[in-house]
T-cell receptor, first 113, second 114 residues
Framework: AQSVAQPEDQVNVAEGNPLTVKCTYSVSGNPYLFWYVQYPNRGLQFLLKYITGDNLVKGSYGFEAEFNKSQTSFHLKKPSALVSDSALYFCAVRPRSGYALNFGKGTSLLVTP | DGGITQSPKYLFRKEGQNVTLSCEQNLNHDAMYWYRQDPGQGLRLIYYSHIVNDFQKGDIAEGYSVSREKKESFPLTVTSAQKNPTAFYLC?????????????FGPGTRLLVL
């Protein structure tokens, strides 16, 4: 079965510190990988995606993600967290042969001043 | 949220009632999707459409119906057969149905049962 795991329900970081939100997946083949962010009562905003090539992907708002094929992981990172980064973050995986985005359950990021 | 609009923002459903959620996009995207979001469960695909007059069931299609008569519009009807409809419903679109294409989301509709 295909699955996406975000092992942490919540991540707490002090402002200015680096942040990491973890994602691992169990999908056959070489899937496409996405990160989205959701603010309260809002839709999802696209941050970045990995299709092929360089394992480090840069996205919106200073976020980046590192693809690791051997560990089947796609962790989201930011060198210096902002209070305004506090939100719910979703990892999503799309198999190359399918149409649906498979979402993780989400990780709530709280950045404290 | 780009050029995707969803209405209403909040919707209340009575027992045995069908309700329709609107989704419109002005991005000229071919593909459109409906997801359901429940707390702590991420998003689950209800229906998707890659072209006008064609749509496919997702993982949780039971109790829902859709139509795709126009490229810009993909309304979702929550029927009385859906016994637990309370959720946040998100519509998305992508330029094509290609698997690497990014899906962009609307602002969502929150459905509550009276």
């Amino acid at each position: 079965a295909q699955s996406v795991a975000q092992p942490e329900d919540q991540v707490n970081v002090a402002e200015g510190n680096p942040l990491t939100v973890k994602c691992t997946y169990s999908v056959s083949g070489n899937p496409y990988l996405f990160w989205y962010v959701q603010y309260p009562n809002r839709g999802l905003q696209f941050l970045l995606k990995y299709i092929t090539g360089d394992n480090l992907v840069k996205g919106s708002y200073g976020f980046e993600a590192e693809f690791n094929k051997s560990q089947t992981s796609f962790h989201l990172k930011k060198p210096s967290a902002l209070v305004s980064d506090s939100a719910l973050y979703f990892c999503a995986v799309r198999p190359r042969s399918g149409y649906a985005l498979n979402f993780g359950k989400g990780t709530s990021l709280l950045v404290t001043p | 949220d780009g050029g995707i609009t969803q209405s209403p923002k909040y919707l209340f459903r009575k027992e045995g009632q069908n309700v329709t959620l609107s989704c419109e996009q002005n991005l000229n995207h071919d593909a459109m999707y409906w997801y359901r979001q429940d707390p702590g469960q991420g998003l689950r695909l209800i229906y998707y459409s890659h072209i006008v007059n064609d749509f496919q069931k997702g993982d949780i299609a039971e109790g829902y119906s859709v139509s795709r008569e126009k490229k810009e519009s993909f309304p979702l009807t929550v029927t009385s057969a859906q016994k637990n409809p309370t959720a946040f419903y998100l519509c998305a679109s992508s330029s094509s149905g290609g698997n690497s294409e990014t899906q962009y989301f609307g602002p969502g509709t929150r459905l509550l049962v009276l």
